[in-house]
């Protein structure tokens, strides 16, 4: 997607980098990554009409994602009906265990020990840190990207969920696992292990 | 699984499983004396947390 024309106000450029996670977070709630881009789009031009409206009270981040959450919204209800029509295509059998393992030897100890990650703080204090968890969720299935998202980043509950993504509960256990041990091993190659060279 | 001696592969599985659910009496005491062992595994329970802390943290930043 086009970004937003640089213009006078200073705050375009930041509004612009919080772009990769609004279109996530719209991604979790319409499952089209493409619709995503278009309802971030129209969210952020909106924003910038808007931005003298931003108070700085809570990050610029929530204010956005406010503004997002009601264009995603109103998108839902002008497409109820044509997503109800939709058929949503399977993503393969998730309780197929065999993706265990390549992590995990035949006598069930794990092929590549997890490493001790020292102080996440200092992580989180940078800006590539972010960019590199970002990536490795982006390495996920879609439908792990959007059950993780709104398990881990939105805090739902995990029976709200599975409910919505028309799964069963050990169904979404098992995404969720793999998610997490997907995203343990993509961070300790490149951020937090020894031979990760993240520079920080 | 009270009698069970846990192994890696469902260790990780029921340290994944205590952020959708509270654990029974009997999968906290089966993990707990696997934990007790097994340094991979509590490594594998701190980075869980890390992934927690980071995803909260990605929602307000």
Known sequence: ??????????????????RPYLVRYATAQLRDAALAEEVVQEALVAALEGIAGFGGRSSLRTWLTSILRFKVVDFQRRTIAERARQVQAPEGDESDEGWLDELFDETGHWREPPAAWGDPEAAFEQGRFWETFEGCLGGLSPLAQRVFFKREVLGEETDAICKDEDITSSNCWVILHR?????????????????ASHGG | M????LDCRA?????SLTHERPLTAAEREALRRHLDLCFMCRNFEAQLE???????????R
């Open chain 1, 1 to 18: 997607m086009t970004p937003l024309a640089p213009a006078a106000d200073p705050r375009f450029a930041e509004i612009e980098s919080h």
């Open chain 1, 179 to 195: 998610a997490r041990l997907a995203l343990r091993g993509c961070l300790e190659k490149r951020w937090f292990g020894k031979d």
């Open chain 2, 2 to 5: 009270a009698d069970e001696e």
């Open chain 2, 11 to 15: 260790a990780s599985r029921l340290l």
């Open chain 2, 50 to 60: 890390v992934l927690h802390a980071a995803a909260r943290r990605m929602a307000s």
